[in-house]
Every structure is written in C-alpha cells, then in structure tokens.
C-alpha cells in the first residue's frame, strides 16, 4: 500500500513511478533496437538530461558534474584525482556515523595514498557523531573531510554552514555526502562552498540504483588527474590520435571510456517528475508526519535517536526498539500489515515521503503500539 510507504531513506517512490520507468525503458529497447544510426544522440542525449536535473537541484555551474555509479565509486575519483600534496602525510575526517561503503573504501585506500584515516567516534550511547566533537578533532593536519549531511542511522543534520567554515579555516578540502536528504530538503554546492559533493538518485529522488552523481567545484577541476581516463576524458571523445591525449577543461575529465547511461536514462522520469513538485510543500508534508512519529515514540517509550529540532534533521525517524522485541521480526510484522520500514539492529528508520499519508502513519503507530505492548 503506498500510503504507508516509510522507505524514502531506501527506494523512494511517487505515483505513476511504475508507469514512467517502464515507458522510459521500453524507449530505449525500441531505439536502441533500431537498425540506424540514432542510438547514441538519444541515449547520451538523455544522459546530459540527467546532469541537467542534477544541476538545477544543487545550483551546480555546467560543467562541474558528472555522473557515477554510486557515492564510493564517485568518493574514490575524487581521491584518486588528487594531487599528491593534498593526502600525503595528512589525514581524511570522517565521523563514526558515515555511510559504512565510504569508511570501507577510505581504510582501504590510506597506506596507497599515503593519508591517515581519523574517525571521529560516537559518544557513549549515542546516535551520532556531534558536530562539536567532529570540529574539535579536525586540525590543520586534515587535507580532506567527508562531511555526512545527514546520517543514515540517525537523521542528524549536520551544520553545514559552521562545517565549512570551520575547513576553511583549517585549509581542507571539503566534500559532502548529501545522498540521504538530497531532494528533500534543499541544498547548494555554492552556499556555503563546498569542493566536492557526492549522491545517489535513489531515496527522496525517487531514481534508480546506478545513477550517482560527482560534483567538482570549477576551481579545483584544473588540478585533478582522474586514473582511469578514456576516450570521453577528453575535449574532443573523437580524437583518435593516441599520441595527443589532453583531458577534457571541465568535470568531463571524470569520465573515461564509453559512458553507461542505462540508471540515468532510467532514472530521469523520476527527475523530471521531482522538478514539476512543489518542493515546500513535499518538505512540510513530510514535517507533520515525522513530528507525529516523534510524538508517538514519546508516548510509546521509544527512545528517539533522531534529533527533535527540525533544522537538526533531515527526513526521517529513527527509533530504537526495546532488545525483546527484534528490529527484523517488527519489520516483518509490520510488512504483514502492509507497513514497509526497516530496521539497522535494533533501530527501527521510518521515512514518511510524497505517497506516505496521514492515514497510512496513523496506521503505523497503532500497529507498533500492538507490537510492543
């Protein structure tokens, strides 16, 4: 049932999602079946749609962003383009409570690239990693910081503004991970400035797996020398002088061989749909609903890992279950009533989004506070 749809912090979901993907999908067997020469006009036609979505939804100057995979595989070009003297010797921040795949790859990387991996650890029972604590530890010693906007187990919004500021002052490079309130609740890669920014089309954007994005602020781009490189690296992906390869002035210089366009040409209705939206009102919907979930955990005794203040958050509740009851037998009780949630352990993540209705969350509260009791 769509009304009690709480996974925006997963999927993400609208009307006509079904309709759209299958209409954009079955236009791209007719003509990539064709037998013409029209495929690559359309299909990275689409593509450019698709950076162009993104572009409008970060205030992002053309030629800054490209697409990715996912937000490892864009983390890993920006520290792998890298010049030297960025990482060598110096650290990379991040918070205990960033996206895991992010933290894997980065332990990984540190003795190749020469850096230290600091991990700015949870306090005693908490959620998240407080901003006070992740600003105490980053020192003129941090060339890179991975700023989590908004932590995938807790909701907790981070203060972007005091983040940035406080790099600056360190003289690091920053880049946010922005992939779990990225069309919700509105951002700008140039207010405050940020270097790099990375994200998927998933979640409140609705799009499908594979389609992340990179965003490379315009003064840095010069600077980065991408490992993989190709013929789309380029200015010009129709040089065929393999003595004269030069990479491409702009973010173009990210993209290598032939570029896969299948997740953005998937998941380009769902961008398109997102631009038509209302997007205060989409942020105010989801609003009412997550203080009512918070109300609720108050009432049914569920200590609430999500910041209560609305400017500390981002879309979702995050609640923690009692050790009695597990976090999957609930997410399975509740699927059996027709609720879709799920559980970290014991944390119990509910994100109500476009299709999530007043009803459908009535519904939720009363069906945990049968399973509870």
Known sequence: ???????????????????????????????WGRSDDSQWA??????????????????????????????TAAFHAVIAALPAHYLQGRKILVGADCFPSNHFMLSGMAAKYGFTLQTVPLRQGAAHVEDEDFIAAWTPEVGLALLTWVSSTS??????????????????????????????????????????AISTSLKWMCGTPGAGILYVAPNLIADMTPEPRGWFSQDNPFNWDITAFAPAADVRRF??????TMATLASLPALDWHARQDHASQLAHNRKLTAQLIAAA???????????????????????????HSGTAIVSALRARGLSTDARGQTLRLSPGVMTTQAGTDALIAALQTLLT
Request: hydrophobic letters at 40%; proline letters at 6%.
């Open 1 to 31: 049932m769509s009304e009690t749809y709480f996974l925006y912090h997963s999927i993400g979901m609208y009307d006509e999602k079904s309709h759209d993907l299958a209409a954009a999908l079955t236009e791209f067997a007719s003509i």
């Open 42 to 71: 359309y299909a990275l036609g689409k593509r450019a749609r698709f950076l162009d979505r993104w572009r409008a939804i970060l205030n992002a100057a053309p030629g800054t962003l490209t697409s990715a995979e996912n937000v």
């Open 155 to 196: 909701s907790h919004r981070i203060d972007l503004a005091a983040m940035v500021a406080h790099g600056r002052r360190m003289g690091s490079l920053l880049c946010t991970d922005i992939t779990q309130a990225a069309g919700l609740i509105p951002y700008d890669v140039q207010a405050p400035a940020v270097d790099f």
């Open 255 to 260: 993209d290598n061989g032939t570029p896969g």
């Open 298 to 324: 108050d009432e049914l005794r569920l200590p609430l890992l999500t910041p209560r203040p609305e400017h500390r958050r981002g879309g979702s509740v995050m609640l923690r279950l009692p050790d009695h």
